[in-house]
């Protein structure tokens, strides 16, 4: 088996040709964390990370740089690798910047070994590629301008888009989804994602409201740790409740599913703690029975979907996608992640060398 030598940490900052706003401000460009790790026999895994604001970016880079020496001489076994890491930091914590990246690592060394084997990830797993739904997001843009991007996802082939709301009443809430669904007509599936911008009551008091609408779910509308307030918000509503990106390992996802604080789970592979937690979520999730989507890292979660029982929507977003050899291919609305070796992230080295800080 193959043994890890190293890792090479690189930090970018890509600019986003269209700005994503969201209630609580502007995403203008994606700080990621690029990590490629090296075997003995001569392959190298890929991952990335999202760190949101920039002034993380640096010290998450030092943080995996720093991870390099606990992992140096390790036989590439994914398994053994997260539970060491999961070990050795369980005093400090493994949420936060300490949770990216051991999902960093986590996710290289999946690649890794998975590029080792000439596979792709979901066949690795032990399962197939599957077309999985795909839907793209629609920022802050208020009515015109979110129906005016709907309709661009929409003629590039998605059947599914999802807007941000939380606007200072409810009517304007109203107004762009009915904005949308004028532009894309009655085919086309919307959700809408609040960013956690209600507290419980006013969550309740919007969605009934919203219950009218026709809208696949509502996406957090109060805090995602409040599992309390969140479970209050999910049994007064019709309209499904989502949750799940900002939920920190599979602790977290089993506090929210056993308080029954969301309908439907959309984990972020990042935050949940990489593939191999991953799978522990997607496992938790069908004993419960709850559809599982994905938030962001399309490329990877477009995978991970494949070998996950009760898979949902994958979300879609290109915000990284100039740093990419291969971004993920759509077709007609649907993932395609045939004729991929590994995770599918590999670099392209021209632009990495223009973005990088």
């Not at 990590?35 to 392959?43: A, F, N, R, Y």
């Not at 690795?124 to 999985?132: A, D, H, N, R, T």
């Not at 979300?315 to 050899?325: A, G």
């Amino acid at each position: 088996m193959s043994k890890i030598t190293g890792l090479t940490v690189r930090t970018v900052r890509v600019a986003m040709t269209h700005p994503h706003r969201t209630a609580g401000g502007i995403v203008a460009e994606s700080p990621l964390v690029l990590i490629d790790l090296q075997t003995d026999s001569g392959v190298v895994g890929h991952s990335m990370v999202f760190t949101y604001t920039p002034a993380a970016l640096r010290a998450t880079g030092e943080l995996i740089r720093n991870m390099a020496d606990l992992i140096r001489d390790d036989a590439l076994a994914p398994f053994e690798i997260e539970a060491k890491l999961s070990k050795r930091f369980r005093l400090l914590g493994t949420q936060g910047l300490v949770g990216i990246a051991i999902a960093a690592i986590d996710m290289a060394v999946w690649d890794a070994f998975s590029r080792q084997m000439n596979k792709s990830l979901v066949r690795l797993l032990g399962g197939v590629e599957k077309p999985i739904p795909a839907y793209a997001g629609v920022g802050f843009d208020g009515a015109e301008g979110s129906a005016r991007a709907a309709s661009g996802w929409v003629e590039r082939g998605f059947k599914g888009v999802k807007a941000k709301i939380g606007y200072p009443t409810v009517q304007e809430d109203v107004a762009v989804v009915r904005a949308m669904r004028k532009a894309v007509g009655d085919d086309v599936t919307l959700m809408v994602d609040y960013n956690q911008s209600l507290t419980p009551v006013d969550a309740i008091e919007r969605l009934r409201v919203l219950d009218d609408e026709g809208l696949a779910w509502v996406e957090e509308p109060t805090l995602a740790h409040d599992y309390e307030g969140s479970a209050a918000v999910a049994r007064a509503a019709r309209t499904l409740v989502q949750s799940g990106e900002n939920w920190w390992g599979v602790l977290d996802l089993r506090h929210a599913l056993d308080a029954e604080a969301s309908d439907l789970i959309m984990p972020d592979v990042m935050k949940i703690g990489g593939v191999t937690a991953w799978l522990r979520a997607a496992a938790l999730a069908e004993s419960k029975g709850v559809r599982m989507s994905s938030h962001i890292f399309p490329e990877i979660s477009a995978q991970l979907l494949c070998v996950t029982p009760t898979a949902h929507w994958l979300e879609y977003i290109d915000w990284w996608n100039p740093v990419l050899k291969n971004p993920l291919r759509i077709a007609q609305g649907m993932t395609d992640v045939t004729n991929v070796i590994g995770t599918g992230v590999e670099w392209d080295e021209a632009a990495v060398a223009r973005f990088e800080v």
